[in-house]
């Protein structure tokens, strides 16, 4: 998976963490056991009763073992976004 991680490097990626967080962020490196390093991330907090809060968390690393999905975000796209009005559940944790 690392090698299939290259092409995200300095692209805007959003992670599914193995217990439900969503985090965005631009890639800026990996390591073999797909250790992360995000700059200009922030957390997106899903709610049924407000709308989406966005978390700064600036640097951060995000550790391989707890990466369940990795994609690249259409920037253009995700601006176009209003997420003062989704609503939606938070994601589960992963059960094993």
Known sequence: MASALESYVNKTVS???????????????????INLIL????ERVYS???????????????????VAVIGEVDDETDRSLDFT???????SA???
């Open 15 to 33: 992670i599914v963490t193995a217990d439900g967080r969503i985090i965005v962020g631009m890639l800026k490196g990996f390591d073999q056991t």
């Open 39 to 42: 700059d200009e991330s922030h």
């Open 48 to 66: 049924n009763s407000e709308g989406v809060e966005q978390v700064i968390l600036g640097l951060y690393i995000v550790r391989g073992d707890n």
């Open 85 to 91: 009005s989704i609503r939606a559940d938070p994601l």
């Open 94 to 96: 992963v059960t094993h």
